[in-house]
């Protein structure tokens, strides 16, 4: 499974960024697609969460501010994230999960840096 995201960079308080990342592979038993964060000395948290044929689930943090969605034809999640803050600046990692016979695996794709400047 590869795990391709794009997005990020540097923006002011109060302002939006969209991440994605696709996913490829064998990825037939996918289970969730999601995005954590770690911020330096932190460790890596939930972001949010979009489980296959369920739900969604945020942070706290990021509970009315961040949208998770998924296009199911191109196996992309993506995160729109509104209204920024300077403690919303860390990495920013996609995350794939995949249950099949009993087994879950979880694959990372490659960080991508979020900066929110005050």
């Known amino acids: 499974v590869q795990l391709q995201a794009s997005g990020g960079g540097l923006v002011q308080a109060g302002g939006s960024l969209r991440l994605s990342c696709a996913a490829s592979?064998?990825?037939?038993?996918?289970?969730?697609l999601g995005w954590y964060r770690q911020a330096p000395g932190k460790q890596r948290e939930l972001v949010a969460v979009?489980?296959?044929?369920?739900?969604?689930h945020y942070a706290d943090s990021a509970k009315g501010r961040h949208t998770i969605s998924k296009d199911s034809a191109k196996n992309t999640v993506t995160l729109q994230m509104n209204s920024l803050k300077p403690e919303d600046t860390a990495v920013y990692y996609c995350?794939?999960?995949?249950?099949?016979?009993?087994?879950?695996?979880?694959?990372w794709g490659l960080g991508t840096q979020v900066t929110v400047s005050s």
């Open positions: 995350n794939a999960i995949l249950y099949a016979s009993g087994t879950w695996k979880t694959y």
């Open positions: 979009i489980v296959i044929g369920g739900g969604t």
């Open positions: 592979g064998s990825i037939s038993n996918l289970n969730s």
